[in-house]
């Protein structure tokens, strides 16, 4: 009953209301000459300095679901779900260059999104779009996934109804302010909120690990627990540590998430919000602490098998809720004040990441689909008001999805969206070294790419489930003799890249036309106050560089 | 770092390119993580955490130092 939890529910509503009016006081932080353009209300001015950027993106990649998810995955699997923590490894080293050039040829030609870079490279507006759909399929479940999140905490509370409205009131509440402040402050609400979300995180996570191994009698007895556990249950993948069956999914799985993760548009517009360069390289050394923060968050599930917590029931009858494990745990084990904190820190957690993915669906729907296809001789005030409304229905969107569907359903199209965005990967993140491939083999090796990633997917049974029962493929679909799992989104993205350089060879030897390029090799390299181009002006690019001299004057 | 940015496309070609043999580095903290023969056993346990554990959440120390270094490193060539 939430009559139990009213100090929790107190701290709760108190910290939640101190965000949603920072949201709003946000339009004034740092204010812009001119709210109505794309670069203000999309990109908070492309002026983030270190700080602001670290707080910003580490807010935007490591959300509340994430911090909800992974633990229920290492409690119900073991070594599997810490997983998390090589993907999280590997990202920053490989994407250091890589984001450098994205921004430099982004900033050049006043690119908002990753779909008009490769308009602009490969001259194919099909491709373009391409990539914009992919980006808005694969955002739309994460931003729904944020709200399994905070229901994952209000269930805790005891905050639910009988219907189906009024178990989700809350929620619609929650993101109905969500959407005002987002609407009214664009990219700045989500960079302030992140300064109080990322400082309650911290503190919870740091007191959490501290604390409960000296509760529960220390790390060692911590993991014998939970070896015991699994060693005592009857599937023969989980354990403390991984086995011959799960090691390749184990590795590919780490390694396709991480190539997957700076695909994904709102990773993007986290990138390109930054002001220079610098800033960027700095943070790929500064953001990995969100990855110890992580895999502390991951030994939160052997926490809790140590501590003999019982997930709450599911949303079907005879089953559990494992993301309620986290919440559960600290209600245990805290004092209610602190759970509150705890609480507030998770659902302020799915905020700012759901305010950054519906602003960066906004962006692309704006640029790509609208500017390119519906009102090509936009205003920047137009398009920053066609994604001002955009933004609205995408939050509209991700509620409806989670009040009439199941949410496993979006736990399924996120796992999907995964897969799908590294689909993109030849046109965007190879496309920014070279432009070697043909464009029309771009298009064809990322149809092949979704169909076997889609097919591979489909394929996947899991103990309750015949079809997307997870991203582990068994290689023996594939002929071989083996019981070894692959992740799905690796091997399509490898038949991917294959059909687009074959395809690449055979189109040159023909001599089909290919598109022109509309960069030059010097944008991969542009500063900070180096000047923008306005030659391909169809784009929208500004005329003046106004947002050039207040990024010198700041 | 307020240095006036060099206007001319001829005068922009003399920036530094991000090329430095340094940038190899890199693919140690990717490689690295991503081989489970390192850190897929028990022993040795350090504070109670096996070394799948312990190992894993040192890479992040190791990914933070390559690219500190490299940073470091490229700055002074690619300063103008």
């Known amino acids: 009953m939430w009559r139990d939890h009213v100090t929790e529910i107190s701290i709760f509503t108190a910290l939640f209301l101190l965000v949603s009016a920072m949201g709003f006081v946000a339009s004034r932080w740092r204010a812009p000459k001119d709210m109505a353009h794309l670069d203000e209300w999309g990109l908070g001015g492309r002026n983030f300095g270190g700080w602001i950027t670290w707080f910003l993106i580490g807010g935007d990649l490591y959300t509340a679901y994430t911090f909800v998810a992974v633990p229920a995955l290492v409690f119900g699997a073991g070594a599997m779900g810490f997983f998390a923590v090589p993907y999280t490894v590997v990202i920053y080293p490989m994407v250091f260059l890589v984001l450098c050039r994205l921004w430099s040829v982004s900033h050049r030609h006043g690119f908002v999104t990753p779909a008009d870079f490769v308009r602009s490279r490969f001259d194919s507006p099909v491709l373009a779009l391409l990539v914009a759909i992919t980006g808005i399929v694969a955002t739309m479940p994460y931003i729904a996934l944020q709200l399994v999140g905070i229901e994952a905490v209000l269930k805790t509370m005891g905050v639910t109804g009988e219907s189906s409205l009024a178990r989700h009131l809350p929620i619609i509440i929650a993101f109905a302010i969500l959407a005002a402040y987002t609407y009214q402050s664009g990219l700045r609400a989500p960079a302030l909120i992140a300064f109080v979300k990322d400082t309650l995180i911290y503190v919870v996570i740091l007191a959490a690990v501290l604390y409960l191994p000296y509760k529960l009698g220390g790390w060692g007895e911590i993991f014998d627990a939970a070896d015991a556990k699994f060693a005592a249950s009857p599937n023969p993948n989980d354990g403390i540590l991984l086995n011959a069956n799960n090691q390749v999914q184990y590795v590919t799985l780490a390694f396709g998430s991480a190539l997957a993760l700076f695909l994904y548009p709102h990773s993007i517009t986290g990138v390109l919000a930054s002001r220079n360069r610098d800033v960027i390289k700095r943070n790929m050394s500064a953001l990995p602490a969100y990855s110890v923060l992580l895999g502390l968050i991951a030994l939160l599930g052997f926490m809790a098998i140590a501590a003999d917590v019982q997930p709450l029931p599911g949303a079907t009858a005879g089953t559990v809720d494992n993301n309620t494990i986290v919440p559960v745990l600290f209600d245990q084990q805290f004092p209610s004040w602190f759970t509150g904190v705890a609480y507030a820190a998770i659902g302020i957690g799915a905020l700012v990441p759901a305010a950054i993915m519906s602003i960066a669906a906004a962006n692309l729907f704006t640029r790509n689909i609208y500017k390119e296809y519906l009102r090509r001789d936009a205003t920047p005030a137009q398009e920053a008001k066609a994604s001002k409304l955009t933004s609205l229905v995408v939050k509209i969107g991700a509620v409806a999805c989670i009040v009439f569907l199941d949410p496993q359903f979006s736990i399924d199209l996120q796992l999907i969206g995964g897969v799908i965005i590294l689909q993109t990967l030849p046109a965007v993140a190879l496309g920014l070294y070279t432009r070697w491939f043909h464009r029309g083999a771009l298009i064809a090796g990322w149809a092949v790419g979704m169909s076997l990633g889609m097919w591979m997917l489909y394929q996947v049974s899991s103990p309750t489930r015949s079809h997307f029962g997870g991203s582990a493929f068994p290689l023996e679909r594939f002929g071989f003799d083996t019981t070894m799992t692959i992740y799905a989104g690796f091997v399509a993205v490898l038949a991917n890249l294959l059909v687009a350089t074959a395809l690449t060879l055979v189109l040159r030897t023909a001599q089909v036309a290919d598109g022109g390029d509309r960069t030059s090799p010097d944008d991969y390299f542009a500063d900070e106050g180096d000047p923008r181009v306005s030659r391909d002006d169809r784009r929208g690019v500004d005329p003046a560089p106004e947002s050039v001299a207040g990024a010198n004057a700041g | ?80």
């Open chain 2, 1 to 80: 770092m307020a240095t006036p940015e060099p206007q001319t496309p001829a005068a922009a070609k003399t920036r530094a390119k991000d090329k430095s043999p340094w940038n190899w580095l890199l693919f140690v903290p990717v490689v690295v993580p991503l081989i489970p023969a390192f850190y897929n056993s028990d022993s040795p346990r350090v504070l109670g955490f096996p070394r799948f554990y312990w190992l894993q959440l040192a890479y992040i120390l190791l990914g933070v130092a390559v690219t500190t270094l490299v940073y470091q490193l490229t700055k002074k060539r690619g300063d103008r």
